[in-house]
């Protein structure tokens, strides 16, 4: 995983990556989510929730995802002085 400087990365799960033009996703991939503004955290709860009940519908608790919050909008620009930093 990357190092970042304002932001600590899940010490869990494992990027996903291309090999010989082919998607390979761990057991455990972390996937990167910006939360939003206004009612994007009431949207993003429940659709995380859905996309978590998916994944153990699909295959139970052999594969899940290992969520990574990167920052834009308010939260960005109350945390970093910026709207869309770099990392985002």
Partial sequence: MSAYKDLTPPDE??????????LNVPDRPVIPFIEGDGTGPDIWAAAQHVFDHAVRYAYGNTRQIVWFEVFAGEKAKNKFDEWLPNLS
């Fill in 13 to 22: 799960g494992r990027s996903i990556t291309m090999e010989q033009g082919r």
